[in-house]
C-alpha cells in the first residue's frame, strides 16, 4: 500500500474515509495512550486510508467504522501526552523514533538490590527498543545499577555478579551516567537493579518500533 501525496489524519475523531479526517477506529483521544497506525486498501476502487487503534494487532482493531475496507498492515504508532496531543517526534530511517522534547521517566527515584520493573513512556502493547540515558548516585563508593531487557530474567548488579551499565560511583554521594537502547515487554517496562541502594534518572528519547516489517 502507498499514497503518491502526503496524507493527514486526525486523532481527535473517529474514522471517516479521506486526507484530514478523523482516524480512530472507536472512542475519543485519550492521554498518555498508544495509538497504532494501519495501513487500509478500500476495496472498491483500492484507495488508500489510514486508521488509528489501541490495539497492537489487527484482529483487536474496532471494525464498525470500517465496512468496505481491508486492513493491510501496521505503519507506525503515535504517543499522547498528557494533554491527549500527539507527542512531537522525529521518525528516522530503520524504524528510529526520537521525541522532540526526551520525557523524564524517573526523577531521584528509589532503586534498591532487588530488581524492579520501571515503565517507560514507549509504546504500550508491543515490544520496542528504548532509547534512554539515565542517571544513578549512592552513598556506597564503589556502586553500579543495572537496567536490563524483562525477558533476561531477574539480574544482579554489580562487577561480580551480571555488571552495570551506569558505571560505578567512586565517590559517596556523587552521579554516575549511562545510555542504552534496551527492548522493552508489552506492558513498556524495563528492569532496574542496583549494586547498592541509591536513586535514579531516567530520560527516554525516543524508541525503535519496526512496525509492520515485523510482521
Known amino acids: 500500500m502507498s499514497s503518491a501525496a502526503s496524507f493527514a489524519k486526525r486523532v481527535t475523531g473517529t474514522f471517516a474515509a479521506g486526507t484530514g479526517a478523523g ?3 472507536a472512542g475519543a483521544v485519550a492521554a498518555n495512550a498508544t495509538y497504532f497506525a494501519y495501513a487500509l486498501r478500500k476495496d472498491a476502487d483500492l484507495s488508500f486510508d489510514v486508521v488509528f487503534s489501541t490495539s497492537p494487532i489487527i484482529g483487536g482493531i474496532t471494525t464498525t467504522l470500517l465496512t468496505g475496507y481491508t486492513i493491510v498492515k501496521c505503519i507506525g504508532v503515535v504517543l499522547t501526552d498528557g494533554s491527549s496531543s500527539i507527542r512531537p517526534f522525529v521518525l528516522y ?9 526526551p520525557v523524564k521517566d524517573a526523577a531521584n527515584a528509589a532503586i534498591s538490590t532487588t530488581s524492579t520493573f520501571l515503565a517507560l513512556t514507549v509504546p504500550n502493547g508491543a515490544r520496542v527498543k528504548a532509547k534512554l540515558r539515565f542517571q544513578y548516585t549512592s552513598s556506597a563508593t564503589t556502586a553500579a545499577a543495572l537496567f536490563s531487557d524483562p525477558s533476561q530474567g531477574i539480574l544482579a548488579a554489580s562487577i561480580g555478579n551480571d555488571g552495570g551499565n551506569v558505571g560505578s560511583v567512586q565517590v559517596a554521594g556523587n552521579y554516575a551516567i549511562g545510555s542504552a537502547d534496551i527492548w522493552t515487554n508489552t506492558n513498556k517496562q524495563i528492569r532496574q537493579v542496583a549494586g547498592a541502594a ?4 531516567m530520560w527516554t528519547d525516543g524508541f525503535y518500533f519496526p512496525c509492520g516489517r515485523a510482521a
Open 23 to 25: 482516524g480512530l477506529d
Open 93 to 101: 530511517p530503520r524504524d528510529e523514533y526520537t521525541f522532540v522534547t
Open 198 to 201: 541509591g536513586n535514579i534518572w
